[in-house]
């Protein structure tokens, strides 16, 4: 399978249009997979009860796949080299209240050799600890001459995609949220190969937490500052941090405003 690292240019800020799921832009990476892969880390950004919320799977498919057939016809010894088409996701079941999913491709299937993303987002409306689970399938074609399957497709379940992901309580009325926020004005650029600017507003004078995560949910970089009440800005540099999708979070400890970056080699 043929793979290059392409990161596809995002969106240059973030919309905080809660009312539907986001839609997510996928990138390409070098190995197939579902990404945060939750063998690896399963907990995804922790949410905070009354708050926007935002995060997205990678998931890319491969051209083709070794499988062993033994379980599925019953005879031993059956191993084929297979061409896939494509991958489906057929839900994210057990998401916080208020949390929901779109898939890009709207149809959440994704062809083979290529890539797709499922975003999560939305206002939680209950504190707790959740487990979301992903049910997705990949699509393989069996070669003819097959014992019992050869020129069927089939579909196979990917088991395994199970993450936790913590609601925290309110610590403000979501009356006060919506009257007083922290919002995203600008990014730019984005992506960006050194550096970007991050531009927002905040309601108040204080201190502002600046944090990027990567898709594991992995903190890389932390950093506070102090804020006026209106408008703000803040540098970010990468220092080394290697090429991919981020997420930068800017918090005060009772609102926060969450957005992607896109770093390019």
């Not at 892969?37 to 399963?42: A, E």
């Not at 499922?118 to 707790?128: K, R």
């Not at 007083?180 to 004078?205: D, K």
């Amino acid at each position: 399978m043929r793979k290059s690292l392409l990161i596809i240019t995002l969106l240059t800020s973030f919309c905080f249009t809660w009312g539907v799921a986001q839609v997510c832009i996928p990138i390409s990476l070098p190995l197939a997979g579902v990404y945060p892969n939750p063998l690896i880390d399963s907990n995804l950004p922790t949410g905070e009860q009354g708050t926007p919320y935002y995060t997205f799977f990678l998931v890319v498919v491969a051209g083709d796949t070794t499988i062993d057939l033994s379980p599925i016809i019953g005879f031993p010894g059956i191993t084929v080299t297979a061409d896939i088409i494509g991958q489906r996701i057929n839900s994210i079941d057990s998401l916080p209240p208020g949390l929901s999913y779109a898939c890009n491709p709207s149809t959440c299937e994704i062809l083979a050799d290529s890539a797709g993303c499922v975003a999560v987002s939305g206002i939680p409306t209950a504190a707790g600890t959740y487990q979301p689970v992903m049910d997705t399938e990949i699509g393989i074609l069996i070669p003819p001459g097959t014992p019992v399957l050869g020129g069927d497709t089939i579909y196979l379940p990917i088991p395994g995609l199970t993450y936790d992901l913590e609601v925290t309580p309110s610590s403000v009325s979501i009356d006060d949220i919506e009257e007083n926020t922290i919002s995203l004005l600008e990014m730019g650029p984005n992506p960006f190969h050194t550096s970007t600017e991050v531009h927002f507003s905040a309601p108040e004078p204080g201190t502002i937490s600046f944090e990027v995560r990567d898709l594991s949910g992995r903190a890389i970089y932390q950093n506070e500052f102090r804020t006026i009440a209106g408008t703000n800005s803040v540098s970010f540099d990468r220092h080394g941090i290697g090429s991919g999708i981020y997420i930068g979070t800017l918090s005060d400890g009772k609102r926060k405003a969450t957005f992607k970056m896109t770093i390019i080699d």
